[in-house]
Structure formats: C-alpha cells, structure tokens
C-alpha cells in the first residue's frame, strides 16, 4: 500500500485512473443497478405506449418479455462492443478509442431521453443497446489501458481499480435511483443518462493525459515515447525493470504475431489460460451477483422484504459493495490472487444454499427476510472481495501482448453473453423455481472454488512470461513441475 501511495503522488497516473472509471466501467455497475429502480415505471410506460399505439392493454406475458428484452438488449450491445475493441483500439489507440466512446455514450442518453416524449419503448430498446455497446467497448479498453499503464508492483491494485468504479457505479446507480431524487416515474428516463455527464468529463479531461506505454514500445515501437509516458505518469525514473519486461514480450510477439480471437482459440500455447478465464468469467456471471444487481428489487420483494425499505436494502447493497472494492484492492497485493477466489466461491456458494432456505420459509417469521438479506449482503462481500475484483487482474496478467486483445474480445463476448441470457430469463426462471433457482447459483460457486483450490496458478508478483509458462505445465492431474509433467496426460 505504501508503495502505491508513493507512486500515486510522483505522477499524475491517479487523475489518468480516475479518468478512465468515468468513461468505462462505471458506465457497466450504473447501467446495472439504474434499472432496478425505475422498473415499475418503465413497465408501466410499456402498457402506456402499447395503449397510446393499439387501444389496449398488453396481455402480462406481452410486458414482462418486452421488459426482459430491455434489460437483456443491454447486454446484446455489449457484446458487439467487445467485438469492436480490437479494431478500434489499434487503428486509434487506447486513448483515442475511449473518447469515441464517450460520443456513443452521449448519444444512447439523447435517444433515451426522447423516448417519453415520444410514447415509444422501441427507442428505449435501441438506447439501451447503445449504452450496451460503450459499457462493452468502454470496460476493454478500461481494463487494457490500466494494465498497460501499471508497473509489475503495483499492477494488481491498478486494475483493480476497474472493479471499483465498477461498484462507485452500481452505488450510483442505488442512489440516484432513490424516490428523493430521480427514483420517481416523472424522472425515470433522465436517471438513465446521469453517466452521459462523465462521458462528456472524459471526452474533455483524456487528450491532456499519455496514451498506455506498452501500446506505444510494443505496438509503435516508440521507446521514447513509452518512456515520457512512463514518467508522466508515476513520476521521475528510469523505469529499467518495465521497460526490459517490454523488451522481452516484444521478442516473444516477433516470434508469434499477433492472434485473433480465433486463432487463440486453436492455440495449444494458451488454452489453459484462456479456458481459466472463460470459467473464472463464467462463475461470475453465473453466481447471481448481476441478478442482484439488476433484479434487486424483484428478489427482495419476493423474498419478503417491505417495499419501502427495498430501496435501502439495495444501496446498503451498493456501499457494502465499494467498500470491499476498495479494500481487497490493498489486500490483493498481500496474499495474492489464488486465495480470494476459492475463499470467495466456497462462502458464496455456502450463502446461497441459505438463500433458498430462509426464501422458502419466509412466511415463518417476520425477520425471516431480513436473514435472506444478510446472506444475500454476503455474498456480495465475498464476491467483490474476492473473484469479482480480482478477475479484472487476472485477465491482464496471463497473456501477452499479441494474446492480450484477443483474449479481451473472447472474454468479453463470453461475460456479456452470459449475462444476456441471465437478463433474458432470471424473470421466467424466478417464476417458474421461486426459492430453488438460487441452487443454481450456489453450483456455480462451487465449480469456481473447486477450480481455483486444485488448479489455478497464483499471479503475484509474476511476469507476463513467467505466468504464462506456468498455465503451460498445467496437466490433466493439476499443477505439474517440468520433471513429472511426462508422467499426467495432457489435456489438450
């Protein structure tokens, strides 16, 4: 911690950072939670503009999966972005591509805007595929941009910053969402464009700051350039050490180009990795937090709990959120990745099987939901404390650069695709398991933390390289040393 406050106060690299929350992965934790809030209002719009447009109302199943399609849509745009990031990003670098971005973002706000005085939901659709789209786009090229910026000592707690701005945005989300200031059905469209004011800050504020080191030394081969920036950023030095690990990941992209998404799919190099991700990911999306944070107040309203206390309920949510953020940051950087994500998983998936429980006697006793909400608060904790933050981390560190973007795209495409099925059919699923879809969730924690007990290599402290070939001497029987990986058949 120390160290990364020193290292804050010799450059501007806090301001960058801070910058970039704005116009990424904010947008992704505020576009998450800004619809739980205002869902009533947004479903009642629906059955006005249908009136307005047919003379009728809309028969119940006609609502709920034109507002499971809004809430999806989101993510359907998230994975084009994600798909557009690896172009974007090396035709304009990182710096350029973020500003575009902010524009996309300030355009999905106008269209969001207009649709009330329109009476039409069909444009809340397409913004809320817009806003999908920037999220996407905009959470890659955060990710990347911070691990391009970061010193090897410091780069855990760095990119783990993403995460943080990620929680800043969910709680903004609670709170602007609350009926003492835009929680209110004459307000509903302006509380989903409060992000489009940062995206207007970010498109200001980025063109006085560096564009990322390693895209400079490794991608222009700028060496000068990526060592002005270096010290622009974290202050007076010469920065041996970051500039030599570029040196020799640059050697090893000579020796292997860059790869598109496809073929690192068929690279025998980097499955392990990219098959650790695409669970890890997996895990996350599948543990229930997005459908905590999108469906919060659906859950707690089936679960027992008061409608008028749900909205603080869900924004003690938000702050218990941030504030775990902000300290598993310091603590990545003492115990390491490995431990947050078995820990993590194994008290989530332990919390959930008590979800169901206390769900399904909920009508036992009074404070009965109130159980359901602390086990729910927990889970939470032990989610961002845990495999949530550190996943951004992880994604940074066990590839390469010539591996690095196309990994993002792969992973981003998977992330937002779960999501959008879970988005898409959590209201049906709720409906048709009540207190037992939470199993389903508890599952998946367990494969997460079983993975990550018995396989999953530790990062810390680690060069790119160095972490690279330890994924390469994972067996079939688990981690393998060189002498005895002859002995375990590989699996792939």
Same mark, same amino acid.
């Given at each position: 911690?120390?160290?990364?406050?020193?290292?804050?106060?010799?450059?501007?690299?806090?301001?960058?950072?801070?910058?970039?929350?704005?116009?990424?992965?904010?947008?992704?934790?505020?576009?998450?939670?800004?619809?739980?809030?205002?869902?009533?209002?947004i479903?009642?719009?629906?059955?006005?503009?249908?009136?307005?447009?047919?003379?009728?109302?809309?028969?119940?199943?006609?609502?709920?999966?034109?507002?499971?399609?809004?809430?999806?849509?989101?993510?359907?745009?998230?994975?084009?972005?994600?798909?557009?990031?690896?172009f974007?990003?090396?035709?304009?670098?990182?710096?350029?591509?973020?500003?575009?971005?902010?524009?996309?973002?300030?355009a999905?706000?106008?269209v969001?805007?207009?649709?009330?005085?329109?009476?039409?939901?069909?444009?809340?659709?397409?913004?809320?595929?817009?806003?999908?789209?920037?999220?996407?786009?905009?959470?890659?090229?955060?990710?990347?941009?911070?691990?391009?910026?970061?010193?090897?000592?410091?780069?855990?707690?760095?990119?783990?910053?993403?995460?943080?701005?990620?929680?800043?945005?969910?709680?903004?989300?609670?709170?602007?969402?609350?009926?003492?200031?835009?929680?209110? !059905?004459?307000?509903?469209?302006?509380?989903?464009?409060?992000?489009?004011?940062?995206?207007?800050?970010?498109?200001?504020?980025?063109?006085?700051?560096?564009?990322?080191?390693?895209?400079?030394?490794?991608?222009?081969?700028?060496?000068?350039?990526?060592?002005?920036?270096?010290?622009?950023?974290?202050?007076?030095?010469?920065?041996?050490?970051?500039?030599?690990?570029m040196?020799?990941?640059?050697?090893?992209?000579?020796?292997?180009?860059?790869k598109?998404?496809?073929?690192?799919?068929g690279?025998?190099?980097?499955?392990?990795?990219?098959?650790t991700?695409l669970?890890?990911?997996?895990?996350?999306?599948?543990?229930?937090?997005?459908?905590?944070?999108?469906?919060?107040?659906?859950?707690?309203?089936?679960?027992?709990?008061?409608?008028?206390?749900?909205?603080?309920?869900?924004?003690?949510?938000?702050?218990t !959120?941030?504030?775990?953020?902000?300290?598993?940051?310091?603590l990545?950087?003492?115990?390491?990745?490995?431990?947050?994500?078995?820990?993590g998983?194994?008290?989530?998936?332990?919390?959930?099987?008590?979800?169901?429980?206390?769900?399904?006697?909920?009508?036992?006793?009074?404070?009965?939901?109130?159980?359901?909400?602390?086990?729910?608060?927990?889970?939470?904790?032990?989610?961002?404390?845990?495999?949530?933050?550190?996943?951004?981390?992880l994604?940074? !560190?066990?590839?390469?650069?010539? !591996?690095?973007?196309?990994?993002?795209?792969?992973?981003?495409?998977?992330?937002?695709?779960?999501?959008?099925?879970?988005?898409?059919?959590f209201?049906?699923?709720?409906?048709?398991?009540?207190?037992?879809?939470?199993?389903?969730?508890?599952?998946?924690?367990?494969?997460?933390?079983?993975?990550?007990?018995?396989?999953?290599?530790?990062?810390?402290?680690?060069?790119?390289?160095?972490?690279?070939?330890?994924?390469?001497?994972?067996?079939?029987?688990?981690?393998?040393?060189?002498?005895?990986?002859?002995?375990?058949?590989?699996?792939?």
């Amino acid at each position: 911690m120390d160290t990364f406050l020193r290292q804050l106060t010799r450059g501007n690299a806090i301001y960058l950072i801070i910058i970039l929350g704005m116009g990424g992965s904010f947008h992704v934790g505020y576009h998450i939670t800004g619809l739980s809030s205002p869902s009533p209002f947004i479903q009642r719009f629906i059955n006005s503009s249908w009136f307005t447009r047919y003379g009728e109302v809309p028969p119940p199943h006609t609502t709920t999966m034109i507002w499971s399609l809004i809430v999806s849509i989101f993510a359907f745009g998230g994975v084009f972005g994600v798909l557009s990031a690896r172009f974007m990003s090396s035709k304009l670098g990182r710096k350029k591509t973020m500003m575009c971005n902010s524009c996309i973002a300030i355009a999905a706000a106008i269209v969001i805007l207009t649709s009330k005085q329109l009476k039409s939901f069909e444009m809340v659709i397409v913004a809320r595929a817009l806003h999908g789209f920037s999220a996407g786009l905009g959470s890659c090229i955060h990710l990347m941009y911070l691990g391009e910026i970061s010193p090897r000592k410091i780069r855990g707690i760095v990119t783990f910053t993403g995460s943080t701005f990620s929680a800043l945005g969910k709680l903004s989300g609670q709170v602007f969402g609350l009926s003492e200031i835009m929680g209110r !059905e004459e307000l509903w469209n302006v509380l989903l464009c409060v992000p489009a004011c940062l995206s207007v800050l970010n498109i200001l504020l980025l063109p006085f700051f560096s564009e990322a080191p390693r895209y400079l030394f490794i991608e222009k081969g700028d060496d000068q350039a990526c060592k002005r920036a270096l010290q622009s950023l974290w202050g007076p030095g010469d920065y041996k050490e970051e500039m030599e690990e570029m040196l020799v990941e640059q050697a090893a992209i000579e020796a292997a180009p860059p790869k598109s998404p496809l073929q690192l799919l068929g690279s025998r190099r980097a499955r392990w990795a990219l098959f650790t991700l695409l669970l890890i990911c997996g895990c996350n999306q599948m543990s229930g937090v997005t459908v905590v944070s999108t469906f919060s107040y659906d859950m707690f309203y089936e679960a027992g709990v008061p409608k008028d206390n749900i909205r603080y309920v869900t924004l003690a949510l938000g702050v218990t !959120e941030i504030a775990t953020s902000v300290f598993c940051g310091f603590l990545m950087e003492h115990i390491g990745r490995r431990p947050l994500f078995w820990v993590g998983y194994g008290v989530m998936a332990v919390s959930w099987t008590l979800v169901t429980v206390t769900v399904y006697f909920q009508d036992s006793a009074y404070w009965v939901p109130y159980l359901t909400v602390i086990f729910v608060v927990t889970v939470i904790v032990f989610f961002c404390g845990g495999p949530g933050g550190s996943v951004n981390t992880l994604n940074t !560190e066990i590839f390469i650069q010539s !591996e690095r973007m196309a990994a993002v795209v792969l992973v981003g495409l998977y992330r937002w695709g779960c999501y959008a099925i879970m988005g898409l059919i959590f209201p049906f699923l709720m409906a048709a398991l009540s207190s037992y879809c939470y199993v389903l969730f508890a599952c998946w924690c367990l494969v997460g933390g079983l993975y990550s007990f018995f396989i999953l290599p530790e990062t810390k402290g680690k060069s790119v390289l160095e972490i690279s070939e330890e994924f390469r001497t994972i067996s079939m029987c688990g981690k393998s040393s060189t002498t005895d990986q002859e002995t375990c058949e590989t699996v792939f």
